[in-house]
């Protein structure tokens, strides 16, 4: 089985994925549209050895993440592969891809790792329809991506869904105790017994698409509890550290960027995870803090929130209401029974999201897709 894949940038769980594909038997091509990402720290990158066929292809840069690469085409061309998958439709070199096997009838699969229903406008509309009916068949992270596709085009019983994730059967370990994490705590220099994580780039939208903002206001309101907030990801933009100034927010941690290995600290030391984003594709942070047992409180805007979160392991809270978010923080740091069943559900549902699994589900959805197309 040979399959040829088109993505843009190298990132980790993508790398670890294509990996996975090889191990379970799958000769893998990896088409790159770029080397690595104009916002991104270096140190993301993954340092895993290499077992697949990676290509990166002569492009131009556009904007942070996207490009143009002409010579994808000419992969395509080859037609040697028994299925060629497309990571997207959002960059140029996609798009010109996606034209030329439509005007061609080259039958290809659409990958989709996320995706929620919006209002565009006509022409928005009607772009998306165009490359998203064009492909023969869609791979879906779930049903609210499921219902993203068909929206814009695609035919539901061509939709393949598969369990989205970027981490590995070997991420997912019980919670440590309250001794373990108050040994952390003094180590990480958090002084609060009760801590709530949220992890994301300032980068992305100066911080207000991610909704610190409103976390900010979550942390005003609930500054009489003994309650550390610490936001991990990239430098804070210079409002950000205006407004912790201005209202006096010293149970907010504002935490530089963090590999993978040092990130793992700050999930094991906190009670909960809250993400208050105003639009994420996905949202893989989900996925790792449920991996080591942290109830969840999303932003009803994070599809991997409304795929992963329920009344079993967290809340999912409107995005603008602060208030709401707040009232949920307060339940779960009053009730250390809330908190114990949402722990083990997060546990319990996150054990079928794993990238071992994501392959293996890949690998019976690509049997049935070449003898198809």
Request: charged share 25%; glycine share 6%; net charge positive.
């Amino acid at each position: 089985m040979k399959i040829l894949y088109l993505t843009n940038l190298p990132s980790p769980y993508r790398v670890e994925f294509f990996n996975e594909l090889v191990r379970c038997g799958i000769d893998v091509t990896v088409l790159f549209e770029r080397c690595n990402a104009q916002n991104r720290n270096q140190k993301w990158r993954s340092d895993e050895k290499i077992l697949f066929q990676e290509i990166y292809l002569k492009s131009i840069k556009i904007g942070n993440e996207s490009s143009l690469a002409l010579d994808a085409i000419k992969y395509i061309k080859k037609k040697n592969f028994d299925l060629i998958v497309i990571g997207g439709y959002s960059t140029f070199t996609s798009m010109i891809c996606i034209e030329y096997m439509r005007l061609k009838k080259i039958p290809f699969v659409l990958n989709a790792d996320g995706g929620k229903i919006s209002q565009d406008s006509w022409l928005k509309r009607k772009v998306k329809e165009h490359f998203i009916g064009a492909a023969s068949a869609w791979l879906s992270s779930g049903s609210v991506t499921t219902n993203y596709l068909v929206h814009y085009g695609a035919k539901r019983d061509q939709v393949y869904e598969y369990p989205f994730s970027s981490i590995k059967n070997a991420d997912i370990e019980n919670p440590l105790n309250e001794e373990e994490k108050e040994k952390l705590r003094k180590k990480l220099k958090v002084k609060e017994r009760f801590v709530v994580l949220s992890v994301g780039r300032f980068s992305y939208n100066r911080g207000y698409g991610k909704g610190f903002d409103t976390i900010l206001k979550i942390a005003s309101s609930l500054k009489n509890l003994d309650i550390a907030f610490l936001i991990v990801g990239d430098e804070p933009t210079p409002e950000f550290i205006e407004l912790r100034k201005k209202n006096g927010l010293d149970n907010v941690y504002y935490i530089g960027f963090k590999s993978k290995h040092e990130l793992a600290d700050y999930y094991r030391m906190s009670d909960l995870f809250i993400i208050m984003t105003r639009g994420d594709v996905w949202g893989l942070v989900v996925n790792e803090a449920m991996a080591l047992g942290l109830p969840i409180i999303t932003s009803d805007k994070c599809v991997a929130g409304l795929e992963l979160v329920d009344e079993n392991n967290g809340f999912v809270v409107d995005s603008e209401d602060f208030l709401q978010a707040s009232t949920a923080i307060q339940q779960l740091y009053n009730d250390e029974s809330l908190l114990k069943k949402c722990s083990e559900s997060s546990l319990k549902k996150i054990s079928k999201y794993t990238i071992e699994n994501m392959a293996k589900v890949h690998l019976n959805i690509f049997s049935k897709l070449i003898k198809k197309v």
